[in-house]
């Protein structure tokens, strides 16, 4: 199949032969829009709440000065869109010092399941509040991985928040983890982490682009929970500074499986 390039073409008067300098620019042109993109985007993101912010500054400085009940639920609102603001922040400098981390494979070696029950244990409000039972099972036995503890938390912590947040309230999440080699995908030695919801899933042609920043399914679903937009992202980008890969898996109406593969030093 051929595919549009986007080419410079310089001709080269000379004596004599006519040169021409093709230069297949595709790949930096993709780049740069995506980084158009991005900045776009991010600025989006803290224009929304920030407009509100300003509308209500104003209205209370206007028409709700004597009006202490609409003066309360007012800040109220202010209160959540600052919040989002801080919340976006927070994941575009994660994301960023993780880019910058990402051509610097992690050295230090990590048992992860220690790990997994301190992120477990912070997890408990946020379960109650959705009435959602967590199973967990993780062998004592798992191999040692190459890896950053902070970096690796905000990947479990993002995977088991978006469970509790878009699976079923009162349903069940489980988080499994086992030794790479027991799963026919994934032979290599290295330590493997699954988080499975029993919520409504993710349509098929959503999945490829999970990933990307700011992308989400459902957008008023994910503002509405609190949502940035970036926490697969996020994910994705320490996955790759591990060398690692990710998995997804996702049936309409069932429920949707996350899965970390975290290679064992080779
Ligand atoms: P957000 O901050 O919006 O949750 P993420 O990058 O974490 O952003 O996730 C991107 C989108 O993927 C979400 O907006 C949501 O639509 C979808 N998603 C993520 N996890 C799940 C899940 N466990 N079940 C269903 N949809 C999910």
């Known amino acids: ?24 620019r595709t790949h930096e042109r993709a780049l740069e829009k995506m980084r158009a993109d991005f900045v776009a985007n991010s600025s989006h993101e803290l224009r929304t709440p ?10 209370l400085r206007g028409p ?10 007012f800040l ?11 919340r976006v922040i927070a994941d575009l400098l994660s994301l960023s010092r993780i880019e910058i981390s990402e051509h610097q494979p992690p050295e230090d070696l990590l048992d992860v399941r220690p790990l ?10 946020m379960l109650q509040g959705n009435e959602t039972r ?14 950053d503890a902070d970096q690796l938390a905000q990947v479990f912590t993002n995977l088991l928040d978006n469970a509790i947040k878009y699976g079923k309230r009162g349903g069940c999440i489980k988080l499994v983890a086992a030794r790479a080699g027991t799963d026919a995908r994934f032979a290599a030695n290295g330590v493997l982490v699954s988080v499975a919801d029993d919520g409504a899933g993710i349509p098929r042609e959503h999945i ?55 290679p064992a030093r080779g």
Do not use: C
């Open 208 to 262: 490829p682009r999970l990933t990307e920043r700011f992308y989400r399914v459902d957008k008023g679903r994910s503002r509405a929970v609190g949502g940035t937009g970036l926490g697969l992202a996020i994910v994705k980008h320490v996955i790759n500074r591990h060398r690692g890969r990710l998995m997804i898996d996702s049936v309409e109406g069932r429920g949707t499986t996350f899965t970390v593969w975290l």
């Open 1 to 24: 199949v051929p595919v549009p390039r986007d080419l410079d073409v310089t001709v080269i008067p000379l004596n004599g032969p006519v040169y021409v300098l093709v230069t297949d």
């Open 64 to 73: 709700a000065a004597d009006d202490p009940e609409a003066q309360k639920r």
């Open 76 to 86: 109220g609102i202010m209160a959540e869109q600052a919040a989002r603001m801080q």
């Open 134 to 147: 967590l199973e967990v099972a993780i062998p004592p036995d798992l191999p040692v991985v190459p890896a």
């Open 116 to 125: 997994l029950e301190r992120i477990i244990a912070g997890m408990e409000p």
């Open 50 to 59: 920030l407009a509100s912010l300003i509308g209500f500054i104003e209205t």
